[in-house]
């Protein structure tokens, strides 16, 4: 069922290319408008050659990007402009050109650039001759995709413009909103449970101007509330100072040190069904925190001592007090990556930890990207690098199966 102007707030970019079904996206682009959200239109030359950007800007109400390099100060970087803040981008209809060169990094015009710059969760709409479409090339393409965490729908079957029946045609409408809308609103499989979530750093004072932190950017942590709560979940963060919007329906917990976080997380705790610790805690803080600034100590001495005393370590205390509660722990290694956060699994005692090798360019700390292996006592899955939003559903996914698995 669809409710009225259910995008509000929301950003989508639609990305068309060529091919026949290109007018197709016209009905998508007047839908999304009219449901509220915010459309900026990419089109390819082929798309242009099918459909004028004029009608999908009388439409969408934006101006088309059609060009990597037009000179249009509105659009300041076009093919990082158009999916800039995006909350989805849509590829439909996509090509088999467009989706063979999104699997292969190809940027070679303001569409495949786009892509590649989005950050966000990315849907293909496949539609295409139906020996294309079927060609290993494709298939391995689409398969590429989805294992990236990318939503590539399946094509439908008929009748298509070069007059061969098979599979490859452009979705129904009905099919397309509904693969759009569940892009938001997930399934509800989270409903009813209750779960909190730890995200950002800690920060640790050493004088009322210093403090010693990391370069945990929350990312992760909040992308994990957001999903939780859009599919179902009564969700509470516990955040570490960050500069993030808060998600939508969540309650906010802000804390700035280990200590208060290890508070607001512990006094929660028999409350909640599921609990993840994302939030990169401070091992130590300063035994003695000066009440004014520690001045600088004149020209001779060229050293001063901060005297550093444990944090508690939140997970291991949460695993210490483990009722019902299902308990996930992160892993941040730079070497042995599945040794240690094995140990760490047992240790804490967390039924799941995501273990994340922050050496690597596109895991960890402080990117929109992570790459994870989810280790619990008898299995483990390696994931492949995706956006963190993307990795937020999937680690959601994977916790869903492994309590359905404990409570048989
Ligand atoms: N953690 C915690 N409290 C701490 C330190 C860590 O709750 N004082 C949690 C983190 O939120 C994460 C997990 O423990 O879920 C592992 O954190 P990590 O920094 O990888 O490991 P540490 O236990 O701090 O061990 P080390 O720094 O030696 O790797």
């Not at 494709?138 to 439908?156: I, K, P, S």
């Not at 399934?187 to 370069?215: H, M």
């Not at 280990?258 to 997380?265: C, L, Q, R, W």
């Not at 035994?287 to 001045?295: C, N, P, Y």
Request: with cysteine; aromatic share 6%; net charge neutral.
């Amino acid at each position: 069922m669809e409710t009225m102007m259910q995008f509000r707030g929301k950003k989508i970019t639609v990305g068309i290319t060529g091919g026949i079904a290109a007018y197709k996206a016209a009905d998508l682009v007047s839908w999304l408008y009219q449901q509220g959200a915010e459309v900026q239109v990419i089109m390819t030359k082929g798309a242009q050659e099918f459909i004028s950007p004029l009608l999908l800007h009388s439409l969408s109400g934006q101006v088309v990007i059609t060009d990597m390099f037009a000179n249009d100060d509105k659009l300041h970087i076009p093919h990082i402009y158009g999916v800039d803040g995006a909350d989805l981008l849509v590829i439909a209809p996509a090509t088999a050109n467009i989706m063979a060169k999104a699997a292969h990094g190809i940027a070679d015009d303001v569409l495949s650039a786009a892509i590649l710059a989005a950050t966000c969760p990315i849907l293909f709409v496949p539609a295409m001759n139906f020996h294309m479409y079927e060609n290993i090339a494709t298939q391995e393409n689409m398969e590429v995709l989805r294992r990236r965490g990318y939503h590539v729908l399946e094509a439908e079957e008929g009748r298509m413009a070069c007059g061969t029946v098979g599979k490859g045609r452009f979705p129904e409408a009905a099919v397309l909103r509904g693969a759009v809308c569940q892009m938001f609103f997930s399934q509800q499989d989270l409903a009813g449970k209750k779960i909190l979530i730890t995200a950002g750093p800690t920060r640790e004072n050493i004088d009322p101007v210093r403090y010693l932190s990391n370069y945990s950017s929350g990312k992760m942590g909040y992308a994990l509330a957001a999903a939780a709560k859009n599919r179902g979940a009564d969700v509470t963060l516990v955040t570490g100072p960050v500069n993030l919007l808060p998600p939508q329906g969540v309650t906010m917990v802000p804390v700035v040190t280990a200590v208060e976080m290890y508070e607001a997380a512990l006094s929660r705790y028999a409350e909640m069904d599921i609990v993840v610790k994302a939030a990169a805690v401070a091992d130590y803080r300063v035994e003695a925190v000066a009440t004014q600034k520690i001045k600088k100590q004149g020209e001779t001495k060229d050293s001063i001592q901060l005297n550093l005393v444990t944090n508690p370590d939140i997970l291991r205390a949460l695993g210490e007090a483990k009722g019902q509660q299902y308990l996930v722990g992160f892993a941040a290694e730079t070497e042995n990556l599945l040794d240690n956060a094995k140990k760490k699994l047992l240790d804490k005692k967390a039924d799941m930890i995501i273990a994340n090798d922050v050496s690597q360019p596109e895991a960890g700390f402080n990117v929109d990207t992570n790459a994870v292996t989810l280790i619990t006592k008898d299995d483990m899955l390696t994931l492949p690098s995706m956006d963190k939003k993307a990795l937020a559903e999937k680690i959601w996914d994977n916790v869903i199966i492994e309590i359905q698995k404990k409570s048989k």
